[in-house]
């Protein structure tokens, strides 16, 4: 193992530097060459990269995004496309490649896989946590700590006016987000993709929860089935003509920032063990943390695993919504 080339791809999470960071450092320990492609699977089609050294490095663990950047890349999507980076991986002679991203990476890196020698490693950096094989993904506990000071700060304009809020987070497939967030905040009520919205049942919600309080929250993932924060707005204002209801979409301003504690240290801990495990012999695994520990599997799991909140979660909310 003399070269080893590291991509970002998919969305930006807060981690990803903390990651490029600890895998250019563990090469250079190993005296093995940390390469850089820019723009994820793109960069490889374009031939982009360059070789990392430690001064490129330094001071980034901090920084939200990514110093490699991302991009979308449909021509990746055809086998001309995938053939073009793996040539490219050839010229460079790259003997592995790290992959950070989220489940589309994942399957981008997958197929690669079966189609070229050179292994590869994956590591789960996405705000969504829908990684199978993972407790957590590289920037959700960024994200999460992000949206509940947004929500704090609207529990109290809410409190001040008597209104309830519908707010909007990200989780187009997956409710982690939404529903931790809920219960870090103290959240009334929370819409998730993994259950269906009952629209009556939410309004009876609201009324019982808004007796004796001055605001509720509820919190919407984008994905779910009854539509986002503005569009469940409209589908209970009728049955809540008294109500002062207001709607919130927190947006990408959940992707920035910069990383948490937690964050910056398991992007480190899985962006060396993907050199280690290289160095090994591994190739077409994923990287997870189970409580203190990493662990592997093989990355068709982790894409074709379908990864869903934990019911002891859903079910504490249902407790704390009893009267």
Do not use: W
């Amino acid at each position: 193992m003399k070269k080893i080339a590291l991509i970002t791809s998919g969305g930006d999470s807060p981690g990803m530097n903390a990651c490029i960071r600890s895998i250019v450092k563990t090469c250079l320990f190993y005296n093995i060459i940390p390469f850089g492609i820019y723009d994820g699977f793109q960069g490889m089609i374009d031939k982009r990269g360059v070789e990392l050294g430690y001064s490129d490095v330094d001071n980034i663990i901090y920084r939200g995004g990514t110093i490699l950047g991302t991009a979308r890349c449909e021509e990746f999507r055809t086998a001309e496309g995938r053939q073009k980076a793996i040539n490219f991986l050839k010229e460079e002679s790259v003997d592995g490649l790290v992959v950070i991203g989220g489940d589309g990476s994942f399957t981008g890196a997958y197929t690669l896989g079966k189609e070229m020698s050179i292994p590869i490693i994956g590591i789960p950096g996405t705000i969504d946590n829908d990684i199978f094989g993972t407790d957590h993904t590289i920037g959700f506990d960024t994200a999460l700590n992000t949206v509940v000071d947004a929500i704090d700060k609207i529990r109290d304009t809410a409190s001040s006016h008597h209104r309830a809020f519908f707010i909007e987070v990200m989780g187009r497939d997956a409710g982690f987000i939404a529903l931790n967030a809920a219960i870090a905040s103290g959240a009334e009520s929370v819409l998730i993709p993994e259950e269906l919205t009952n629209i009556d049942k939410l309004v009876e919600e609201i009324k019982t929860q808004n007796k004796g309080r001055r605001s509720s929250i509820i919190i919407v993932a984008e994905g779910d089935d009854g539509g986002g924060a503005k569009e469940i707005l409209e589908k209970v204002k009728p049955f809540l003509p008294n109500y002062d209801l207001r709607f919130s979409v927190l947006g990408h301003i959940q992707r920035g920032g910069s990383p948490s504690a937690l964050d910056r240290i398991i992007a480190t801990r899985m962006g060396s063990y993907s050199v280690e495990l290289l160095i090994e012999g591994k190739s077409n695994c994923m990287i997870g943390v189970y409580g203190e520990t990493l662990s592997t599997c093989s990355i068709e799991s982790g894409i074709k695993e379908h990864a869903v909140p934990e019911q002891s979660k859903i079910d504490i909310l249902k407790k704390l919504r009893t009267q």
